[in-house]
């Protein structure tokens, strides 16, 4: 008879713990979450923190770049800390689509990047993962510099 209490109480309280967890969030607020991150990323350009910039970096971050492609969070922060030296961001960039897995695991976002002058210069593209509940860090990044060109 104990036992059964024991065991019902304890499924009671598991049950109770479960209906009091919030809800994993959908697509929308998720795609939200990544531009507010993506805003947030770019946001530390302006405000020349380059602190900032390396806390939103994943320790496994790869950015691909020429001559080489950055490697890991140290890396990336140490090729990036010369763009937020000047007392003048050399360039700035805004997500234009953010997309999500329904996994909610990782995302894209992509957009222009501007230069000082605030003229369309280039593209990025980020993918970022979920690493915490709504804590957001970049996997991936790649610029690629903007064509007046017509794609098939």
């Given at each position: 008879?104990?036992v059964?209490?024991a065991?019902l109480i304890?499924?009671?309280?598991?049950?109770?713990?479960?209906?009091?967890?919030?809800?994993?969030p959908?697509?929308?607020?998720?795609?939200?979450?990544?531009?507010?991150?993506e805003?947030?990323?770019?946001?530390t350009?302006?405000?020349?923190?380059?602190?900032a910039?390396?806390?939103?970096?994943?320790?496994?971050?790869?950015?691909?770049?020429?001559?080489?492609?950055?490697?890991?969070k140290?890396?990336?922060a140490a090729a990036?800390?010369?763009?937020?030296?000047?007392?003048r961001?050399?360039?700035?960039?805004?997500?234009?689509?953010?997309?999500v897995?329904?996994?909610?695991?990782?995302?894209?976002?992509?957009?222009?990047?501007?230069?000082?002058?605030?003229?369309?210069?280039?593209?990025?593209?980020?993918?970022w993962?979920?690493?915490?509940?709504?804590?957001?860090?970049?996997?991936?990044?790649?610029?690629?510099?903007?064509?007046?060109?017509?794609?098939?």
């Amino acid at each position: 008879m104990r036992v059964t209490t024991a065991v019902l109480i304890i499924g009671s309280s598991l049950l109770a713990g479960c209906a009091g967890s919030p809800a994993n969030p959908g697509a929308a607020e998720l795609r939200k979450q990544v531009a507010a991150t993506e805003r947030a990323f770019a946001r530390t350009m302006a405000d020349r923190d380059h602190a900032a910039f390396t806390a939103l970096l994943s320790e496994e971050a790869v950015f691909v770049s020429e001559p080489k492609t950055l490697r890991g969070k140290e890396e990336v922060a140490a090729a990036w800390k010369r763009f937020f030296d000047a007392p003048r961001a050399p360039f700035s960039w805004s997500s234009g689509q953010v997309e999500v897995l329904d996994s909610g695991t990782l995302a894209l976002s992509t957009g222009p990047v501007y230069d000082s002058e605030g003229r369309t210069v280039a593209t990025f593209t980020s993918i970022w993962r979920q690493e915490a509940p709504g804590v957001w860090r970049i996997v991936f990044d790649q610029g690629n510099d903007a064509c007046d060109c017509v794609r098939p």
